[in-house]
């Protein structure tokens, strides 16, 4: 079956601008988890979000970080007034609860 | 504070040896571990998990076996391959982080030599 969607692969933006990331999980996959991955970093968590629970968004960096989740199912991860510090690959996974995560394949994130 | 830390960056092995990639994590509260492989341009992919009840767990090539005391685990690769060099993360889970959220570490980059 299909796995997890992300979109857009890459993303170049200029500085202050804000941007969306999308993630499409995998079908009846409750839980979603957004990541990112700076140059040379580990996983960085962000934000968790299980079924219709608040979503945990104790990892977000700062206040112009923001995610929502649609329906149970698309997310979308928004940046605003985006810092060169921001750039990284952020990466959504989705699971069943307790089960390991799966991942997509990023998006690369780049401020000028 | 990094809860979960892979102290090398990178590794080597000639093809066909064994690999072995450690991991070591601090919080005793954690209760459930999972390595990932990670290739360019790829989200990581999952490996292999182990439950703290058990101390080992084998598929195939690859090993975990947790120290609960030394709060340490590693992963075996027999025999390395070259299509096993990736980028490879342990992760954590349990206890005051809650069993949902995933503690990563920084990864270490395998490189199996043909």
């Known amino acids: 079956g299909a796995g997890v969607s992300q979109s857009p692969s890459n993303k170049v933006t200029e500085k202050g601008k804000d941007v969306e990331l999308r993630c499409d999980p995998i079908s009846g996959h409750t839980a979603l988890y957004w990541y990112r991955q700076s140059l040379g970093q580990g996983l960085e968590f962000l934000i968790y979000?299980?079924?219709?629970?608040?979503?945990?968004k104790s990892g977000l960096p700062s206040d112009r970080f923001s995610a929502e989740r649609t329906g149970g199912s698309v997310s979308t991860l928004t940046i605003q007034r985006t810092q060169q510090e921001d750039s990284a690959v952020y990466l959504c996974?989705?699971?069943?609860?307790?089960?390991?995560?799966?991942f997509g394949n990023g998006t690369r994130l780049t401020v000028t | 504070d990094q809860q979960v830390k892979q102290n090398s960056p990178s590794l080597s092995v000639q093809e066909g040896r064994i690999s072995i990639l450690n991991c070591d994590y601090t919080?005793?509260?954690?209760?459930?571990f999972l390595w990932y492989k990670k290739y360019p341009a790829e989200g990581p992919t999952f490996l292999i998990s182990?439950?703290?009840?058990?101390d080992k767990n084998e598929d195939g090539r690859f090993t975990v076996f947790l120290n609960k005391s030394a709060k340490h685990l590693s992963l075996h690769i027999v025999p390395s391959q070259p299509g096993d060099s990736a980028v490879y993360f342990c992760?954590?889970?349990?206890?005051?982080?809650?069993?949902?959220?995933?503690?990563f570490g920084t990864g270490t980059r395998l490189k199996v030599l043909a």
């Open positions: 992760a954590a889970s349990g206890g005051t982080s809650g069993t949902y959220k995933y503690i």
């Open positions: 919080n005793s509260m954690f209760d459930y």
């Open positions: 182990i439950s703290s009840i058990k």
């Open positions: 979000f299980q079924g219709n629970s608040a979503p945990d």
């Open positions: 996974a989705s699971s069943r609860p307790g089960a390991p995560l799966h």
